[in-house]
């Protein structure tokens, strides 16, 4: 994984020694101002030349090199479009920062300088101006080069180190954390797509399982993986059904995080308990004996977002030590139609004890998460929230810019979607209403693991529904958001990562309340 540093301190632009200096404009704006301001006087007024000219307006994400040519210890200035100011919010400047990252790699520069001064956005913090910015640059710079054995890629610098300058002395703590959770949240979001684009040869349940090992390891994280026998003996029949078709080993694994010192309670005075995390898991997903069209079925490596989201987000809460009580399940198999594999009109017995009629082998990540709930249940959590490529009808619902969410309580989704809000990975609930099950009723069986096409996510999502007991629960699908067929200001074609964040910040959020 491409390491990037991030560096916080006190200074000011026009004095710092930068590859590129990064300086923003609103579109209307009439003149610069700020740091702009002040770097175009020492550049004799070459910037606010090309105002008046037209060539640089301030559009939204448009960009200008500069050369200094001495006149500035920073050897090139970028002007950055942050679009009309009315319209500005947090995620302009995450894109924008994107768009910066991509242009310092277009001119070979391997650091990023950029101020934590004149945005000036309503209600936006500068703590939370560093967060974002950081996500932007290093979010914006990935690139996934394993597998090409002789590549353009390979021959030029590395970009490698943003610079935060601060010229605001007291602000200068709440920029270093919101950088921090900034660079935690990145550097989780760009993991999960390394661990998806890798093919699924290389990234197997065997594999992921030694991917939660070391990360155990280096953060001081219990772990627990239980193998074939293990899931058998406990009755993990649905997961155990989806896995029979693979010669892949099946893997259940349980990370578990604690930064707290002591029992924590809540203001009833009872104990307090974990947040637990699950993740679909499948590292590819043929669809079984319900084989998928061919077209785009290499796209299926990343059936495992989910699981991989949940892995970097325990991650990324160990290295931030933050005070919280954190449990990861990733339920990791592949769906394959081998002779074991299971078949339509098979019934299988969950570990909750109740019966599900498989009418579909493509509806597998509802039968995984199915035991990964129960075994969620028995954590005794105060919150449950899955995460999956569940359902192409979210695709179809929301396209590719929301995330489908549904939940049994509603301060637990207020806070999910604030989270989500504030990580610029927004969530739009739909309803979880009982009429729905009728769908999901078997003749033969407690329930069928299909309920036809209309209304198809929220019939997966009641599904999952019945297997959280009285828990407080959120799901989450991500089907509309994991891959993205072309690239954006901070997210590439392929996997993008969409949904780490949301979870990191809701975290990060529980822990500092």
């Not at 007024?45 to 040519?69: D, P, R, W, Y």
């Not at 099946?250 to 699950?278: Q, S, W």
């Not at 990540?365 to 105060?382: E, H, M, N, V």
């Not at 958001?481 to 993008?496: F, H, L, M, N, V």
Request: positive net charge; proline residues 3%.
């Amino acid at each position: 994984m491409q390491q990037i540093d991030v560096t916080v301190k006190p200074g000011h632009p026009e004095q710092e020694q930068a590859e590129l200096l990064v300086l923003t404009h609103y579109e209307d704006a009439d003149r610069l101002h700020g740091d702009a301001a002040t770097v175009d006087r020492a550049l004799g007024g070459i910037l606010n030349q090309l105002l008046s000219s037209g060539e640089f307006t301030g559009k939204n994400q448009q960009t200008t090199v500069v050369h200094t040519h001495g006149k500035l210890p920073a050897k090139r200035v970028l002007l950055l479009g942050l679009g009309k100011k009315k319209d500005a919010k947090v995620e302009t400047i995450r894109q924008a920062m994107g768009v910066a990252a991509k242009r310092a790699k277009a001119v070979n520069a391997t650091s990023l300088t950029a101020s934590i001064a004149g945005t000036d956005l309503s209600g936006v913090t500068d703590g939370m101006l560093a967060q974002a910015m950081v996500e932007g640059t290093i979010l914006g710079s990935y690139q996934f080069t394993a597998y090409r054995s002789t590549s353009q890629d390979k021959k030029e610098k590395t970009f490698s180190r943003i610079i935060l300058v601060v010229a605001n002395a007291a602000s200068l703590a709440a920029v270093k954390q919101g950088a921090a959770y900034g660079h935690a949240g990145a550097e989780a979001a760009v993991f999960v797509r390394d661990l998806c684009n890798h093919p699924s040869n290389v990234m197997t349940p065997s594999r992921v399982a030694e991917e939660a090992k070391q990360i155990a390891k280096s953060n001081r994280i219990k772990i627990k993986i239980l193998e074939r026998k293990d899931v058998e003996h406990l009755g993990m029949g649905a997961f155990l059904g989806v896995a029979k078709g693979s010669h892949e080993p099946p893997k259940f694994i349980i990370l578990e995080y604690d930064g707290r010192k002591g029992a924590r309670t809540n203001k009833k005075g009872t104990a307090t308990g974990p947040i637990v995390l699950v993740g679909k898991t499948i590292t590819f997903d043929t669809g079984g004996i319900s084989l998928k069209p061919a077209e785009n079925m290499e796209q299926m490596k990343a059936d495992m977002t989910g699981g991989a989201e949940v892995l970097a987000t325990i991650r990324a809460v160990a290295k931030l030590k933050l005070p919280v009580h954190l449990i990861s399940i990733l339920p990791a198999t592949e769906n394959m139609p081998g002779g074991a594999a299971i078949k339509p009109g098979d019934i299988l017995m969950t570990l909750s004890g109740k019966t599900v009629e498989v009418q579909n082998t493509d509806a597998e990540g509802r039968l995984i998460l199915a035991d990964g709930l129960t075994y969620a249940t028995r954590l005794k959590p105060s919150a449950i929230i899955d995460i999956a490529t569940l359902t192409g009808a979210c695709v179809v619902a929301l396209g590719q810019f929301a995330i489908g969410m549904f939940g049994n309580d509603q301060a637990l989704k207020d806070k999910v979607r604030q989270a989500g809000t504030s990580a610029g990975e927004r969530v739009w609930e739909m309803p979880l209403w009982d009429e729905y099950f009728e769908q999901l009723k078997s003749d033969v069986a407690d329930m069928r693991n299909i309920g036809g096409r209309g209304g198809g996510m929220i019939t997966a999502a009641l599904f999952l529904s019945k297997f959280v007991g009285d828990c407080k629960w959120v799901h989450l699908d991500i089907a509309s958001t994991d891959w993205s067929e072309r690239e954006r200001a901070y997210i590439p074609k392929g996997p993008s990562g969409i949904g780490t964040r949301l979870l990191l910040q809701y975290v990060i959020n529980e822990a500092t309340a």
